[in-house]
């Protein structure tokens, strides 16, 4: 458990609080701990910031990606976390998504299926249920959208053809890309993963319409069915 209200941040040496740390010496010298207490800004009558960002810490497995797929009513369930720390956090875990994917425009060249993922991580990496993508690619080979096709459980979604195509046609593109993910962590594919694919690549040659890869996108990597020659 924490430690006591005693500890109070306001009872350090200056040099050793969060903030203080952060102003002399940066954000890159400060604790993934140090970084969630200045988020929360004060601690409870018997705990301090610290010791709070501590416990939220230990009750993620001390995994920010963990602790980023927790909605605010989860993070209440952490001593000390009421309804405004947790949409902090909530928040800021949201903002730095938003900045990941920011950085991969959807104008994006695709030469690679790295190219692929660098795109469609940031958005089905972190999340605890499945969801079914798909992209447009121009002829120059770069993505010119990307639309959600279905959301689904746990363990699996469904996705439906031709609201993939039907996508694909309005955006007048050439080619294409779908992409889901598993919760999980295993990146390799199910049996319903290679019939969808092969469905998915059959239908799309019907319109002329070149399905460049299928990628299945987990917490630390990814498959690629184009890379291991199996569309």
Not at 196 to 214: F, P, R
């Amino acid at each position: 458990m924490p430690e006591k209200r005693s500890n109070a941040i306001k009872n350090w040496v200056e040099s050793e609080r969060p903030r203080e740390r952060m102003r002399n010496l940066g954000m890159s010298a400060m604790s993934d701990a140090e970084l969630i207490a200045i988020l929360l800004g004060s601690g409870t009558r018997r705990y301090s910031a610290l010791d709070l960002a501590k416990q939220v810490l230990v009750e993620n497995n001390n995994n920010l990606l963990e602790l980023s797929r927790k909605s605010p009513s989860q993070l209440q369930k952490i001593s000390g976390i009421g309804e405004a720390r947790s949409m902090l956090l909530a928040a800021a875990m949201e903002l730095g998504r938003r900045r990941e994917q920011t950085e991969v425009p959807e104008r994006l060249k695709v030469e690679t299926s790295k190219d692929l993922y660098r795109l469609m991580k940031p958005k089905l990496a972190h999340l605890p249920h499945e969801e079914f993508w798909v992209a447009a690619i121009n002829r120059a080979s770069r993505i010119t959208g990307t639309r959600r096709i279905s959301i689904g459980g746990i363990t699996e979604t469904t996705a439906d053809v031709r609201i993939m195509l039907q996508f694909v046609l309005e955006m007048q593109a050439p080619a294409m890309a779908i992409f889901h993910n598993h919760p999980s962590g295993n990146i390799q594919p199910s049996e319903a993963d290679v019939k969808l694919t092969k469905k998915v690549n059959q239908a799309s040659s019907w319109m002329n319409i070149v399905l460049m890869d299928h990628l299945i996108i987990g917490e630390r990597g990814y498959f690629s069915f184009a890379d291991e020659s199996m569309l």
